[in-house]
């Protein structure tokens, strides 16, 4: 069982490192092959066909793409991402940066959106069929059908527009040398909202169908006949079981989530990988916009392993292909 279940991890390596590379690969292509370049974006308005030839040969990007290509791998298998037209720096040290912002960004929103998916989820599941379920079902289509960047431009305009309760865009306030905790927090908060919006009706409506789908299993009638209180079944049994079907939608969920969080770092001014995503595609800065691509297709990889090794600690017996 345990060589199976080795040799089926492996399979799933393997079909993620072709898939990662099919997606950078594609990528890069259309990146390059895209009207313009990142000498137009450097230069401004000083460019004209003589200086834009000039520095695409000073940048390499006179080269055959193919070249061009082999010279990308050729730099990635040394542990060299290359470097920013743009920024002028190294795009590993500039991912870093940026990255921690990210970081600190999504573990707070999906845990957050996490916990309350479960509370939301549980409550559906119990009440299925009655009013406050229909009335979760209908906050949750109302927020999943609704653009990101709208929620995030209707939260600046009521917290940060009119009310002044929130800052509105960036990470920290310039008019401070050494900005504290409180200052970070206050300028996560709307941001955090934002996703949470956007990802706790998709998780908590898969929830709630995963908690009805088990308390109308023959383990919890047959609970309940001996006399096991409904809480300890909800608690002990029903919502164990019904965790994994939710661990593997977090994971799936990942690419989802990060795209919406491209428009939400956008809107904000964020200063994470999405806002850089979003600067690299505008000004063709083709390193950073590749390898920010590559960082997401082994963050979504990793992010299914991680659930699978998840559901298996929720449920040894299970098997997953």
Partial sequence: MRRQRAVRLLRRLLGSAVSILLLVTLVFFLAHLTPGGPAFSILGQKATPGSVAALNARLGLSAPLLVQYGIWWGHLLQGNLGYSYLLNRPVGALLWNYEINTLVFYTIAICLSTGLAILLGLAQGVWHGRWPA???????LVFYATPPFFTAAILVLCFGVWLHWLPASGIGNPRLAHPGVGTYAAHLVLPVVTVMLLTVPMLSRYFGEAVHEELAKDYVRTARAKGVGFAGILFTHVLRN????LVTMLGLSFPYIFTGGVLVESVFNYPGLGWLLWRSAL????????????LIGLLTVLGNLLADVVNGLLDPRADYE
């Fill in 242 to 245: 019904a965790l994994r079907p």
């Fill in 283 to 294: 000004g063709r800065d083709y390193p950073v916009l590749i390898a920010i691509v590559l």
């Fill in 134 to 140: 229909r009335v979760i079902g209908a906050f949750q």
